[in-house]
């Protein structure tokens, strides 16, 4: 079990230990998107939905959710980030005639350890207050993909996903 980073020696669950890692500047940046139909599209686009901004509520949501990250994924470290953004861009899929909100989450520390589960959270978060407050327009909305598109800084070096 010894080759094991997250295992102790009884081989149950340990949060590993940073406390010997260099401190780096480190970026992530994760994706996730959202599919709605043309009613949801609409309320967004005119700000007549009546929870109110949906993107300015799903931007609160996805950067309070990067700073709670330790709290919910239970592995993760608590880390003091420098830097959470959150951008909306629109693609319609004339395929299928719905539009596709994508959502690009970037997280930044100066720190031992990653920001990955903190931008992929603060993406997924954005998703799912997207969807919270359009529900009543429409449940059939979807959620995802949702990954990291690279990250930078640290021992494992740089990532970057190849485009699709």
């Known amino acids: 079990m010894s080759d094991l980073t997250h ?3 009884q081989g149950r669950a340990r949060m590993v230990d940073v406390s010997e890692k260099a401190e780096t500047v480190r970026l992530a940046v994760a994706h996730s998107s959202i599919e ?10 005119s700000g007549t939905n009546k929870k ?9 949501a996805g950067i309070m959710a990067a700073k709670q990250t330790s ?3 239970p592995m993760c470290h608590p880390i003091p980030l420098t ?7 629109w693609e319609l899929n004339e395929k299928k005639g719905r539009y596709i909100i994508l959502i690009e989450a970037e997280a930044k520390t100066k720190g031992v350890t990653g920001v ?6 603060a993406a997924s978060a954005a998703a799912l207050t997207i969807y919270d407050m359009c529900k009543a327009a429409g449940k059939e909305m979807v959620i995802g993909p949702t990954y990291l598109q690279k990250k ?3 021992k494992n070096g740089d990532y970057e996903r190849a485009r699709d």
């Open 71 to 73: 709290a919910i994924i």
């Open 7 to 9: 295992f102790n020696e």
């Open 152 to 154: 930078s800084g640290g």
């Open 83 to 89: 830097g959470v953004n959150i951008t909306f861009e």
């Open 116 to 121: 990955e589960m903190e931008a992929l959270t």
């Open 36 to 45: 709605v139909n043309q009613s949801i599209y609409d309320q967004i686009s």
């Open 52 to 60: 109110g901004d949906v993107f300015a509520v799903a931007q609160v």
